[in-house]
């Protein structure tokens, strides 16, 4: 009884990789397969047609802040939650 599990357990092992080599095959990891060659030119013309996507504005340090503030005359606009609304019209507030 023994024995009839080892060969079978030998024959799973077995039939596991014969398995993973086809798929791995049929997949093209190869690179030499005319199907691999082709999507290889679709990815090409997908990733030169798409919309490159803008970067986020970087954000200023404290002391850029207050320099670029110094520079425009303005008061950043992060400040603006501070100031009740009747008066922030009177507050140069930086223009984002």
């Known amino acids: 009884m023994a024995m009839f599990f ?14 993973q080599t086809e798929m791995a095959i049929a997949q093209g990891t190869s690179g030499t397969t005319p ?3 082709a999507s290889d030119t679709d990815n090409a013309a ?3 047609s798409a919309p ?3 970067q ?4 200023l340090t404290r002391q850029q802040e207050i320099d670029k503030s110094i520079d ?3 008061v950043p606009a ?3 939650r501070s100031v009740p609304k009747e008066y922030r019209q009177y507050v140069p507030f930086d223009k984002r």
């Open 72 to 74: 425009s005359g303005t």
């Open 46 to 48: 997908k990733n030169t």
């Open 78 to 80: 992060r400040y603006r």
């Open 35 to 37: 199907p691999t060659a």
């Open 6 to 19: 080892r060969i079978a357990a030998t024959a799973t092992l077995i039939a596991g990789m014969l398995l």
């Open 56 to 59: 986020p504005a970087k954000k």
């Open 52 to 54: 490159k996507k803008k």
